[in-house]
């Protein structure tokens, strides 16, 4: 069992950056894959990136590829999602996940933290 806690959302004008931390509980944190997904007002929740049980790989989906970055910590515990150059767009509520298969739905992940809104400005 783990136990996710975001944190670092918050409001942030166009073209500027933001960085999202992902607390875990327990030692069992470099067991599970993680990630990052996100969902706005209105719409269906949407795979924004995720990282391997090393750090050694990482996916991003389409919208946030060259912009945001996922890394992992497991010393700490800890996973981010360092967010630049964001949009409008990218305005939604962010939810750390992890599992221990691969894939970007939300299936593929057991465990889920209750979210952080992130709120970008034009």
């Known amino acids: 069992q783990v136990q996710l806690v975001e944190s670092g959302g918050g409001l942030v004008q166009a073209g500027g950056s933001l960085r999202l931390s992902c607390a875990a509980s327990g030692r069992t944190f470099s067991s599970y894959r993680m990630a990052w997904f996100r969902q706005a007002l209105g719409k269906e929740r949407e795979y924004v990136t995720s990282i391997s049980r090393s750090g050694s790989m990482t996916y991003y989906g389409d919208s946030v590829k060259g912009r945001f970055t996922i890394s992992r910590d497991n010393t700490k515990n800890t996973v981010y999602l360092q967010m630049n150059s964001l949009k409008p767009e990218d305005t939604a509520v962010y939810y750390c996940?992890?599992?221990?298969?691969?894939?970007?739905?939300?299936?593929?992940?057991?465990?889920w933290g209750q979210g952080t809104q992130v709120t970008v400005s034009s």
């Open positions: 996940a992890a599992g221990r298969n691969f894939g970007s739905l939300e299936r593929d992940y057991d465990y």
